[in-house]
């Protein structure tokens, strides 16, 4: 890996300001999904490495919460810079370990990297409150204040901002955290402890846990009562079995779990500006992300004009190597994700879906390269309509009138993201109204902003990220009733 800042290339896990190997010395290896080659033999933590990073963070959250919001932003700021000063680096190893192309890889950093700035200065607005008193004698004040010792266990797909948009509140809150990054790209997550250690956050406030045995870590994070929150993002499944576990002490819970976002076109929609937002929203990272479109729905008269567009502009994409700068589609993560799109799309040609472009594999096993598909024909009955599809497929659904589009989009478990594209105003308002879902993107297919609050609902999860709401899932509310007597 070629890099400016070697140092960056961490493979060992950040316990109390220092980089450890796991006890017992063990490691798992990293490999990239490009040609399968191993870059990184990363420390195997496990369960006691973790209880020792619970009790160092604890330790540290006896300080960190007396400082200042001004003290802690400043250090927070100070990591922001850090973080656009190696861009270049930290894009580099983001590709290297998960495959997206480097534009996206530079993208990700920089909407990591804006979490980081955005709570550094949000640190010192935690307003609190004053409530008229509800007897003559009292008075009524509401404060927040940091909940404690934080857990993050992140997923792959984005394991750079997954991270800072957890972290960076939750620091900037008063709390210190854990992290447990995904065992397939834990190299982003270490290096931005480089640059966190190098930012001056004082031992035992930031702390990176790598292991190849994330139930062992995920255990001893959700019962250890020290930890008084958990922030997940990842699978339903997994995030179902945190929440459980989480039960028995009754930790603060927000979870950031999966979607099946429709794409709903209208027959006024301006299709050349669907078709653009239709392959960022479906295309980008694979199509490896939770927000990606998942079910297009088009209206029976513009079906068959933008089905040509849009497979027109699929064709175009360039599948390769990351690192090469023509590229828009990379490698899927690992072999497991290209066989379900595998099964995905046999289940639907099996059901007489037409493949309009793509529909296999490139190359052989153990390519991890899946041609960017679009198939028509497509119904309810199919896996593609109620599975979260996570690769690069785009099944496109036709529908009548705008009931049959509502009912369709909300025909499922998950609530995460949604999006349409339309000109008139009275059906923007109802529709936009009508879906169920935690983010609606009206006439544009890209969502996501430091500025915006990320989140779903239903069994897509709970909680939000980002925004002026994202930092409340890190503070409790405490009120004080105060008698001030008759004088
Ligand atoms: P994906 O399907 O996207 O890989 P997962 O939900 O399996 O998503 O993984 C997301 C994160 O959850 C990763 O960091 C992974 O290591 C972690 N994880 C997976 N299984 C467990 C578990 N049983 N307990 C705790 N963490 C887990």
């Not at 927000?254 to 239709?278: C, M, Q, R, T, Y």
């Not at 479906?282 to 490896?288: D, F, L, M, P, V």
């Not at 999006?419 to 529709?431: A, L, P």
Request: with cysteine; glycine share 10%; hydrophobic share 40%.
């Amino acid at each position: 890996m070629n890099l400016k800042n070697p140092k960056l290339l961490e493979t060992r896990s950040f316990i109390n300001g220092r980089f450890i190997n796991a006890n017992d010395n063990k490691t798992f290896s990293v490999t990239n999904p490009y040609d399968g080659k191993t870059i990184a033999e990363v420390a195997d933590c496990g369960q006691s490495e973790t209880l020792g990073a619970i009790k160092e963070a604890q330790e540290a959250y006896r300080s960190w919460k007396k400082l200042t919001g001004t003290e802690r932003g400043q250090i927070l700021r100070r990591w922001y810079d850090l973080q656009m000063e190696n861009i270049d680096d930290l894009a580099t190893i983001l590709t290297c370990e998960q495959g997206k192309p480097l534009v996206e890889s530079k993208g990700e950093i920089g909407y990591g990297a804006s979490f980081v700035e955005w709570f550094a200065e949000e640190a010192r607005r935690v307003y609190g409150d004053t409530i008229p008193g509800h007897q003559r004698d009292k008075r009524i004040i509401v404060i927040k204040q940091p909940i404690g010792v934080v857990a993050a266990i992140t997923p792959w797909n984005f394991p750079n901002a997954m991270i800072t948009r957890k972290v960076a509140p939750a620091l900037a809150a008063g709390c210190c955290v854990i992290i447990k990054p995904a065992e397939l790209t834990p190299l982003s997550a270490n290096a931005l402890a480089v640059l966190a250690k190098e930012a001056g956050f004082p031992p035992g406030v930031f702390n990176v846990i790598n292991s190849s045995t994330p139930e062992v870590i995920g255990r001893e994070l959700t019962s250890n009562s020290i930890v008084k929150k958990l922030s997940f993002t990842g699978s339903t499944e997994v995030g179902k079995i945190l929440l459980k576990q989480s039960a028995d002490t009754v930790k603060k819970v927000s979870l950031e779990l999966g979607g099946n976002a429709p794409f709903i076109v209208f027959d006024d929609a301006d299709l050349d500006k669907a078709v653009e937002g239709a392959v960022a929203a479906k295309y980008r990272n694979a199509g490896q992300t939770c927000v990606c479109a998942n079910r297009f729905f088009v209206q029976d008269e513009v079906y068959d004009k933008f089905v040509q567009k849009f497979s027109k502009a699929v064709r175009a994409q360039k599948v390769g190597s990351g690192l090469s700068e023509e590229v828009t589609i990379g490698p899927m993560i690992e072999e497991k994700a290209i066989l379900f799109v595998e099964e995905l799309v046999a289940n639907a040609v099996e059901r007489g879906a037409e493949v309009i472009t793509g529909g296999r594999r490139i190359g052989d096993v153990p390519s991890l390269f899946y041609q960017p598909t679009v198939l028509t024909n497509v119904n309810k009955n199919m896996m593609v309509f109620d599975q979260e599809i996570f690769g690069p497929v785009a099944p496109i659904f036709k529908f009548k009138d705008e009931d049959e589009v509502i009912s369709l989009a909300n025909d499922t478990p998950y609530g995460l993201a949604a999006y349409f594209y339309g000109k008139d105003h009275s059906r923007i308002w109802r529709v936009a109204e009508e879906l169920e879902y935690g983010m609606i993107g009206i006439n544009t297919g890209m969502i996501s902003t430091t500025v915006a609050p990320f989140g779903g609902i239903k069994e897509s999860g709970f909680g939000r990220e980002g925004s002026k709401y994202g930092m409340d899932d890190y503070l409790e509310i405490k009120y004080m009733c105060w008698d001030i007597g008759n004088g």
